[in-house]
């Protein structure tokens, strides 16, 4: 039974069987049926892919609200640093941060200052012998759940150090308790605001066996606006930003990967891009590389689906904002250079392989034959009028039992009419689907 608990859902009211989101998703997790979209949340990766292509906002990412700060004592806010370019003019991050706490906030520890201290450990880690490598990083939720679905064979790539916005809630629980000894476990509430779904997701669910320390999770779309008209430019600010360029740069594509200051990386982002680079280093086409990089958003985590700006926009932004900071302000010290293991993840979620079709290679490999034999007597026109997203998902789904033959309308059409169900083009061979 699937317990994973998802941050993607389907609003059935302003669903039309439009098939859009299916020839999107990554991971083949929609199906059309009677008219309306199905998500398998077996497949889900949360990618929120499906929301940003939807033409009638039929997919909707679920967060906490603001209100339910109020059930805590003492409200700790982690602003992703993707806050900051969401907003025109800014020069000072000290604008956004007192903000916050003029929210009702009590305290704000930032996630771009952890993001610093992550990449000292990721430098640290990367200089460890025996590590798999290239190491992947495990920052984007997404990244990591596609790899334990699709891609199990690279789970020991995986940076296995927690992502900035867990080390944010780790140090800034301890801040808390360590200022004001008299509060209770109980009463310290920390909020995560986020740019995307997956981190909503990770929260919920954890990662393998470790639970996250962050209690809520509000959409940054959700909290712009309140925060615009609490941003007084007349008022000075109390300087409590702690975050250097390094830290700011994490929120755009190739931020993580420069800060390793060692030029065997590789950053790509948007999720085809990162399906196809995640194929290639399972199949070693890819040069020596000692990291990468991968965001399943378009330029990086600003251009998650709960954001409010467009994402170029937002990196122009934040470029403008980290001129006047320094690289870091978060380096290691001298007697600090080593990683706490506290902050390693002892494993990763084992889910079932989305290409593992039965309970035995021997089954799979008949299901495999009898997909392929199918899929050569289809149209092979991929129109998605049956509910899939392509043909071979389609024959997949006929011979698992999910799905009637005579869905596909075309194949129906072509043979009541005495038709050739499949057309090929005789000048060239036909592609073999990826299974």
């Known amino acids: 039974m699937n317990t994973y608990e998802h941050s993607v859902s389907l609003d059935p009211t302003r669903c039309t069987g439009c098939t859009t989101c299916i020839k999107r998703c990554p991971t083949e997790a929609i199906r059309v049926d009677n008219g309306k979209a199905v998500i398998n949340s077996d497949r889900c990766i949360d990618c929120g892919e499906c929301i940003r292509v939807c033409p009638h906002h039929a997919k909707v990412a679920t967060c906490n609200k603001l209100d339910h700060l109020y059930d805590y004592k003492w409200r700790i806010a982690l602003p992703a640093p993707t806050l900051y370019g969401q907003f025109e003019g800014l020069e000072d991050i000290d604008f956004v941060l007192q903000?916050?706490?003029?929210?009702?906030?009590?305290?704000?520890?930032?996630?771009?200052?952890?993001?610093?201290?992550?990449?000292?450990?990721?430098?640290?880690?990367?200089?460890?012998?025996?590590?798999?490598?290239?190491?992947?990083?495990?920052?984007?939720?997404?990244?990591?759940?596609?790899?334990?679905?699709?891609?199990?064979?690279?789970?020991?790539?995986?940076?296995?150090?927690?992502?900035?916005?867990?080390?944010?809630?780790?140090?800034?629980?301890?801040?808390a308790k360590r200022e004001h000894p008299e509060l209770k476990d109980d009463d310290i509430g920390v909020c995560f605001i986020s740019p995307c779904p997956a981190k909503t997701s990770y929260v919920k669910?954890?990662?393998?066996?470790?639970?996250?320390?962050?209690?809520?999770?509000?959409?940054?779309?959700?909290?712009?606006?309140?925060?615009?008209?609490?941003?007084?430019?007349?008022?000075?600010?109390?300087?409590?930003?702690?975050?250097?360029?390094?830290?700011?740069s994490w929120a755009t594509s190739g931020g993580e990967a420069t800060a390793i200051f060692n030029d065997k990386y590789l950053a790509a982002d948007s999720i085809e891009n990162v399906v196809e680079m995640l194929d290639q280093i399972e199949n070693g086409t890819i040069p020596?590389?000692?990291?990468?990089?991968?965001?399943?958003?378009?330029?990086?985590?600003?251009?998650?689906?709960?954001?409010?700006?467009?994402?170029?926009?937002?990196?122009?932004?934040?470029q403008t904002l980290r001129r006047y900071l320094p690289v870091s302000q978060n380096?290691?010290?001298?007697?600090?250079?080593?990683?706490?293991?506290?902050?390693?993840?002892?494993?990763?979620?084992?889910?079932?392989?989305m290409n593992r079709l039965g309970s035995s290679i021997g089954e799979s490999?008949?299901?495999?034959?009898?997909?392929?034999?199918?899929?050569?007597?289809?149209?092979?026109?991929?129109?998605?009028?049956?509910?899939?997203?392509?043909?071979?998902?389609?024959?997949?789904?006929?011979?698992?039992?999910?799905?009637?033959?005579?869905?596909?309308?075309?194949?129906?059409?072509?043979?009541?009419?005495?038709?050739?169900?499949?057309?090929?083009?005789?000048?060239?061979?036909?592609?073999?689907?990826?299974?």
């Open 288 to 318: 020596p590389l000692e990291f990468i990089e991968l965001n399943a958003c378009t330029g990086g985590c600003v251009g998650g689906v709960m954001t409010v700006e467009n994402p170029f926009i937002a990196k122009a932004r934040l």
């Open 365 to 435: 490999m008949r299901m495999m034959s009898d997909i392929q034999k199918l899929r050569d007597e289809l149209p092979g026109i991929d129109c998605g009028s049956c509910g899939a997203p392509n043909c071979r998902a389609f024959a997949e789904d006929v011979v698992k039992g999910e799905r009637a033959l005579d869905s596909c309308i075309i194949r129906a059409h072509r043979l009541a009419n005495g038709e050739p169900v499949r057309q090929m083009n005789d000048s060239h061979e036909r592609k073999a689907d990826p299974i």
């Open 205 to 248: 669910n954890g990662f393998g066996s470790y639970k996250s320390n962050i209690d809520l999770v509000v959409s940054m779309s959700d909290i712009y606006f309140s925060l615009l008209n609490l941003m007084s430019r007349d008022k000075v600010p109390q300087p409590v930003s702690n975050s250097g360029m390094i830290g700011i």
């Open 99 to 175: 903000g916050l706490l003029d929210m009702g906030f009590n305290d704000v520890y930032e996630v771009s200052q952890a993001a610093e201290i992550v990449s000292e450990y990721t430098r640290l880690y990367l200089k460890t012998e025996g590590i798999k490598k290239p190491v992947i990083s495990s920052a984007c939720p997404v990244i990591a759940r596609l790899i334990a679905l699709r891609f199990p064979y690279l789970k020991d790539n995986l940076l296995p150090i927690l992502p900035p916005m867990e080390i944010a809630a780790i140090e800034a629980r301890k801040k």
């Open 331 to 353: 380096f290691l010290g001298a007697d600090e250079r080593y990683i706490p293991p506290e902050v390693f993840f002892e494993d990763v979620p084992d889910y079932k392989p």
